[in-house]
């Protein structure tokens, strides 16, 4: 089992920034290839970036490129989310999951590859 909780969000304004963590436990952290997903209102869950367990690999949808950044620090079972230049369409709940994966440099993006999944923080950003 692994217990994920997001942390982080809130309302800014376009152009803003937002870090969001997710405190991991139980399970080994260093050993799931972790993602962060989001749900705008109305639409389906997507892929945003995911990061390998190994920390190496990482993948962002284009969406966001440039913008976000992915990270995690193995010792403290934390993974972030910093995002920059924020955008009215970002507005979304975000949640972090982790999959168990065969090998350290994968990096799924599928969410039905992620069993474990917090509980979301809301990112609201205002135009």
């Known amino acids: 089992q692994v217990q994920l909780v997001e942390s982080g969000g809130g309302l800014v304004q376009a152009g803003g920034s937002l870090r969001l963590s997710c405190a991991a436990s139980g399970r080994t952290f260093s050993s799931c290839a972790m993602g962060w997903f989001r749900q705008p209102p109305g639409k389906e869950r997507e892929s945003v970036v995911v990061i390998s367990a190994s920390g190496v690999n990482t993948y962002y949808a284009d969406s966001v490129k440039g913008r976000f950044t992915i990270s995690r620090d193995n010792a403290k079972n934390t993974l972030y989310l910093h995002m920059n230049s924020l955008k009215p369409e970002d507005t979304a709940v975000y949640y972090c999951?982790?999959?168990?994966?065969?090998?350290?440099?994968?990096?799924?993006?599928?969410?039905?590859?992620?069993?474990?999944w917090g509980q979301g923080t809301q990112v609201t950003v205002s135009s």
């Open positions: 999951a982790c999959a168990a994966v065969p090998v350290l440099w994968a990096t799924p993006t599928k969410a039905n590859e992620y069993f474990y």
